[in-house]
């Protein structure tokens, strides 16, 4: 079992870690003084009460400065088979040279490790870095903040569509110990331009593994960004995850969460539709089995008219897992016909799995169009019991009706090796009962 810091201070060891990687960076110690004004969030805190992140860093991880050497990968295991696309590979939170390619041109799309094109201050870096996630108020945008030592930059050219996409293999290797690791990712996608971006995340070895991860993400007029992201780890996985997307007139995004491993997973999603026609829809499907924590809290901030969003989230839990999901839209005074949707729904197949879920819906605007909801239940018997009438064993007729249920998450994936990958992972999982 890892050594902890169970019996003293978790932010006393993150300091002495953290102040190693400073460099004199004044961003770097900005959010180090935010990070030690802060704290990290007690269990009282409202948006963790169900999730308690910090106690759980406390009994599973004592935060050496530095990450054991990584054993040799295997990385055809952790591939999504199929597609065609860039390959970018970060073990124990460190980019790996050697197991990444990028196959698109440099005329198209621009992809290099983050610390490089900051390095090289480069000067879209140097328009966005920082400027979308708010290390002041969230102490582990601020610790990320303060400490991240490797990541990806992908900016894309106005007018420019690029055709293969872009696939980041998250792989923790801790076979030689306890990993803990902070990564930062910036995507920049100019007027009339448009992307697909992977992340995955995978492990290997059996110790406990923990990383924070900060994405920012900036889409221009006109432009276009499609993120997805797959969690499946069936190791020790412990997760804190913070996307912040920016978008201006006319933009579209398309998110896509699917948490179905790992033993604690808390993804934060913010999308700021600071323009007119924008479209932004957001998916998320959560298979929830063991003890496994799954936590997802959404942002959507209206701030001008004439714009639309649309959220479907969807829970399957099993065991003694847990399900959150606390969805908060706000409408701005200027951000009359707005169009604005929200629904989470989920089904508990044993009496110790538990969701809880929590809605929410701010209007400030008159001539809006905003509804949300939840609903928690179990399987319908009389469907359950009209499928058995009909020669299908009680397994099958349950894996059938949860797959029925997840595929309306699952038909909203428009890349078609993304979807067949997805659609036979979350099918075998269903007929294998969790």
């Known amino acids: ?46 948006e963790f009460k169900h999730t308690p992140v910090t106690r759980e860093l406390e009994n599973n991880f004592a935060f050496a400065e530095a990450n054991p050497a990584p054993a040799s990968i295997a990385l055809d295991s952790f591939l999504i088979p199929e597609l065609d696309a860039n390959v970018l590979v970060f073990v124990n939170g460190i980019f790996s040279k050697a197991h990444s390619r990028i196959v698109s041109p440099d005329s198209e799309v621009t992809i290099v490790p983050l610390e490089e094109a ?12 920082g400027m979308y996630a708010d290390h002041n108020n969230d102490a582990f945008a601020a610790w990320n903040t303060a400490e991240w030592k490797s990541g990806v930059f992908i900016h894309v050219p106005k007018n420019s569509v690029v055709e293969k996409p872009v696939v980041i293999y998250h792989i923790n290797d801790s076979s030689n110990g306890e990993v803990s690791a902070s990564q930062r990712n910036l995507f920049v996608v100019e007027r009339s331009a448009e992307v697909t971006v992977i992340e995955k995340f995978d492990s290997a070895g059996n110790a406990n593994h923990f990383l924070n991860l900060v994405t920012e993400a900036s889409v221009d007029e006109n ?21 912040e997307i920016h978008q201006k007139n006319s933009s579209r995004v398309n998110t896509y969460t699917f948490t179905m491993n790992g033993k604690l997973v808390r993804n934060n ?6 323009g007119e ?15 496994t924590l799954g936590d997802n809290h959404t942002v959507v901030d209206h ?12 829970g399957i839990m099993d065991g003694s897992s847990r399900g959150v999901f ?3 839209i706000y409408v701005r005074p200027n951000a009359q016909k707005t169009n604005a949707f929200q629904a989470n729904r989920n089904i508990l197949l ?57 595929g309306e998450v699952v038909d909203s994936i428009k890349n078609p090796a993304i979807k067949k990958y997805l659609d036979r992972i979350i099918s075998e999982r269903l007929h294998k009962n969790f």
């Open 277 to 291: 026609g924008i479209e932004s829809h957001m998916y998320g499907l959560y298979l929830l089995g063991g003890n």
């Open 326 to 328: 606390n969805g908060k």
């Open 350 to 406: 044993t009496d110790k799995a538990t969701v809880n879920t929590k809605p929410q819906l701010e209007i400030w605007a008159d001539d809006v169009k905003c509804s949300h909801g939840c609903t928690s239940g179990q399987l319908d018997l009389e469907a359950m019991f009209y499928l058995q009438t009909r020669g299908i064993s009680k397994e099958t007729a349950q894996a059938m009706m949860l797959y029925a249920f997840a």
């Open 223 to 243: 432009a276009g960004l499609n993120l997805y992201s797959i969690q499946n780890d069936t190791g020790q996985r412990f997760q804190y995850g913070l996307t």
């Open 1 to 46: 079992m890892s050594p902890t810091v169970a019996n003293k201070d978790i932010h006393a060891a993150l300091a002495a870690r953290i102040q190693s990687a400073l460099n004199g960076d004044d961003l770097r110690i900005r959010a180090f003084e935010s990070f030690r004004k802060l704290g990290l969030p007690a269990s009282k805190h409202e």
């Open 118 to 129: 900051q390095a090289a201050k480069h000067p879209v870096v140097q328009q966005n870095f």
């Open 303 to 314: 701030r001008k008219a004439n714009s639309f969003s649309n959220e479907l989230y969807k």
């Open 269 to 274: 999603l913010h999308l700021v539709l600071d």
